[in-house]
């Protein structure tokens, strides 16, 4: 089993505001017009994306539907709020008789966040796909502050997915 630094090292990954460590590996054609107030965005983009265990990726909201995968390492708790605040958790791994999955979809507008599950790898690499196309500017990391008063029954779940 490789270490998350190797991962790192053979996937050529680099750090992703959000946390962890990221490479976008495809970015298709333009869509044929512009998508109403965000302008021109790929039809899709596909990134490798991996999370060590003292790592996690920060609450943030994307305007685009993202399907997770689960590539290899331990499994990954992706934590879901849709907008009217209802949380889920799934997790990701292939250990089916579990409930893990290896794939779930996170719809657009929806926030989310997510941290490895303690395990003997250390770290989680998954892979993320984005329809249409990720753009920085169609990304959100709302502060913790404004977290904290639109979901205060999650107050502990804030505080850990965010800086």
Do not use: N
């Not at 993202?66 to 997790?91: I, K, N, P, Q, T």
């Not at 500017?137 to 502990?156: C, I, S, V």
């Amino acid at each position: 089993m490789l270490s998350a630094d190797e991962v790192i090292a053979a996937l050529q990954l680099a750090p992703h505001p959000e946390g962890g460590f990221y490479r976008e590996t495809f970015r298709a054609e333009p869509l044929p017009g512009p998508l109403p107030e965000r302008g021109q965005r790929s039809a899709s983009t596909a990134i490798y994306f991996l999370l060590r265990r003292a790592d996690f990726s920060a609450l943030h909201v994307v305007a685009s539907d993202e399907a997770w995968h689960h590539y290899y390492g331990d499994a990954l708790e992706l934590h879901c709020f849709d907008r009217a605040g209802s949380h889920r958790e799934v997790r990701l791994s292939s250990q089916l008789q579990l409930g893990e999955r290896p794939q779930h979809v996170v719809l657009s507008g929806e926030l989310q966040g997510a941290r490895v599950v303690p395990g003997p790898h250390g770290f989680a690499l998954c892979g993320c796909t984005v329809a249409p196309g990720f753009d920085f500017a169609d990304f959100r990391m709302p502060p913790r502050e404004e977290l904290l008063r639109e979901l205060p029954l999650h107050g502990e779940l804030v505080r850990a997915l965010t800086r």
